[in-house]
Each structure stands twice: as C-alpha cells, then as structure tokens.
C-alpha cells in the first residue's frame, strides 16, 4: 500500500515537473497547444480516481468529505465541484470520480500541490486508489 502511495506521489510530482519543462522548453515554431490566462479564464485541475475494489463505501465517503474540505483549509483553491461517472458509454476506464479543483493562477496551484493539507490528503486516499489521472487546463 506504502508502495503504491510512493507511486502516486512521484508520477504527480514528476507530470508537474514535465508540464513546466515543456512549457520552457517550447520552440518557437512549435503549434501553441495552451492557452494563457485571460480575464475571465481560471485554472481547472481536474483529478478522476479508480479506487481498488477493496474500498469500502465508508472509505469512498471519507475520500469525498476529505478532498471537499480542502477547499476550506487551502485558501488558494478557488472552488472545487466533484461528481460520480455518469456516462453510458463504457469508456471510463475503471475511473469513477471526477474532482474539480479551480485556480486563478498558476502560482496558487504551485502552493496547493505541496501543500501540507494537500499531502495528507493523498496520503490518506492511497490505500483505496487503484490509479489516477489528473489534467489542468486553461477554461476559455
């Protein structure tokens, strides 16, 4: 279970080193595939999980309230919505929650994801967590 928390851990640390490197490391006859913060615009980090089978319903609420309750304890998150698969077309791969977490900027981002709070959240999902995707975009 250590193990797989460990796991978890360096591929979002190392998905966070990789999009900032790629970002500097952009040529500039490259097509642009980001979009920059305009006025209107926040930044969505959008985390979907796939828990383990031996997660209990009781586990899976504890999950729910505790990513909830960031939001209140790091005052960098803008807002956060979350929500089980609903889809009927068979695609999800396993994953069956999807969490929203919104920033005005980059920088707030960069202070919740070493966050203290933030870190004791993983730690304490790891156990459940079969696998996770998480994604960050520019709205427009």
Not at 35 to 44: E, G, H, Q
Not at 79 to 84: A, I, M, Q, V, Y
Request: aromatic letters at 10%.
């Amino acid at each position: 279970m250590k193990t797989k928390l460990l796991l978890m851990l360096v591929v979002l640390g190392l998905a966070s080193i990789s999009f900032a490197t790629l970002k500097m490391e952009k040529q500039p006859d490259q097509t642009k595939t980001e979009l920059k913060n305009t006025k209107n615009s926040v930044l969505r980090h959008v985390v979907l999980f796939k828990f383990n089978e031996e997660a209990s319903a009781e586990q899976l609420k504890s999950i729910e309230e505790a990513f909830g309750a960031l939001q209140g304890k790091i005052p960098q998150i803008l807002d956060f919505e979350w929500g089980l698969n609903n889809s009927p077309e068979g695609l999800d791969k396993g994953f069956t929650h999807c969490f929203f977490v919104s920033f005005k900027n980059e920088e707030d981002r960069a202070i919740y994801l070493p966050h203290p709070d933030h870190k004791e959240f993983v730690s304490l999902i790891g156990p459940s967590v079969d696998d996770v995707l998480v994604v960050d975009y520019w709205t427009n």
